[in-house]
């Protein structure tokens, strides 16, 4: 079997914060297509990425799609005096799970099954609640109640309001200060939510990496009198672990730490420095499917849980459940909603996260079939296969 093409697809989603989901399509001259994704957080990167996977057809058209190990090694290679992670390691992650996907549909098995087979029968999942809900006390606890009412046992947000240089969310970052009146909000939206969600549900705070050592140390342990929070994501900037390690020395709350780093080798300082209490890499930027699961590997050998960031599109999410079936040191998949319906117009099958779990269909390789007819119609201009 020959790689005959590698097309990036960038199709339009309606009201969601991401604008468009990114797909990459992996064809075969035996028939067998396999889809992974890649959705980055800007338009700009994804357009920026996207040219990058048009240009890889010239040295993996005519490779064996099964050699997926070595394959990895040449695409990684390829960009080492550039820089060997980001943008090289978002490309990796699509066409991984891509090959993945081919290599399951060949053999007739799902995924799982090929990296050592299932621990257990579904996914535990978090979710997040619609933050664009919360102008109101009615707002904040109608959308706890319904994550609630799904069956979900964990949620995470975001309480730091979008004030002054903080506007930005979570692509900003200047001197990483807060007001003190953010500070309060975040503190009172965080004891709201406690309330309404009761004393089982676990709260997971996302930071988003917006703050200075000081003042992540500060956000960190009010929110901890706030809320009896579960656990504090990404308090610094990703660049500087030693930020992190400050940070860790003058908190309680457990930390976590991973969607925006790139490969097995970025997460040995966090596992050497103890500097995180969950891992939470992402199956499409890290590395893929075959990175995925090296990095949860070397995360058992420390019992440091591991829990994939996965809140963009169906492939994300599907992708990173696979690894966690044959993963023992498992938290949760992340997804982006208690409902997830807004895939169904991507894919053929609806996801079944009910009950707060993710149950995999067992079909062979991703178990997902492309609505391609959706596809077509929504591709946007240049990015359409
Ligand atoms: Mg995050």
């Not at 257990?120 to 978090?126: E, H, I, Q, T």
Request: net charge negative; glycine share 10%; proline share 5%.
């Amino acid at each position: 079997m020959k790689i005959t093409a590698i097309k990036p697809w960038l199709v339009k989603v309606p009201k969601t914060y991401w604008g468009e989901y990114f797909f990459v399509e992996v064809n075969t001259d035996e028939g067998i297509t396999g889809w992974g994704e890649i959705t980055t957080t800007t338009l700009v990167a994804n357009r920026a990425v996207a040219g990058i996977v048009k240009e890889l057809n010239a040295s993996l058209v005519g490779e064996d799609p099964t050699q997926i190990e070595r394959l990895w090694h040449k695409t990684f290679r390829s960009f080492t005096y550039m820089g060997s992670r980001g943008a090289s390691t978002h490309v990796i992650s699509g066409i991984d799970i891509a090959l993945w996907d081919i290599r399951g549909k060949m053999l007739g098995q799902p995924i799982y099954d090929l990296l050592g087979g299932k621990v257990r029968d579904d996914v535990s999942l978090y979710t997040h609640p619609d933050q664009s809900n919360f102008n109101s006390d009615e707002g904040i606890e109608k959308e706890v109640r319904a994550i609630s009412d799904s069956g979900h046992t964990a949620m995470k947000f975001d309480p730091f309001p979008h004030i002054g240089e903080q506007s930005q969310a979570n692509a900003g970052y200047l001197s990483g200060k807060m007001p003190a009146e953010g500070e309060r909000i975040a503190a009172e939206m965080t004891a709201k939510i406690r309330e309404y969600a009761g004393p089982e549900m676990e709260l997971l705070i996302d930071a988003h990496g917006r703050f200075d050592v000081p003042t992540a140390i500060r956000l960190c342990n009010s929110l901890e009198d706030a809320g009896q929070i579960d656990w504090f994501e990404e308090p610094v900037p990703v660049e500087s672990y030693h930020a992190l390690s400050q940070v860790r020395d003058k908190v309680n709350v457990a930390i976590s730490v991973g969607e925006r780093l790139h490969t097995r080798w970025d997460f040995v300082p966090i596992f050497e420095n103890k500097l995180a209490d969950y891992v939470m890499p992402d199956v499409t930027w890290t590395g893929g499917i075959t990175e995925l699961k090296k990095i949860a590997t070397m995360a058992e050998a420390y019992y440091i849980p591991v829990s994939p960031h996965d809140a963009s599109g169906p492939i994300n999410v599907v992708a990173g459940a696979h690894v966690m079936m044959t993963t023992p040191n498992f938290y949760r998949v992340e997804t982006s909603n208690q409902d997830l319906s807004s895939y169904n117009a991507f894919i053929e099958e609806p996801l079944d996260n009910s009950g707060g779990t993710l149950k995999l269909n067992g079909k062979p390789g991703l178990g997902i079939d492309i609505n391609m007819d959706y596809f077509h119609a929504n591709a946007v201009e240049g990015f359409g296969g």
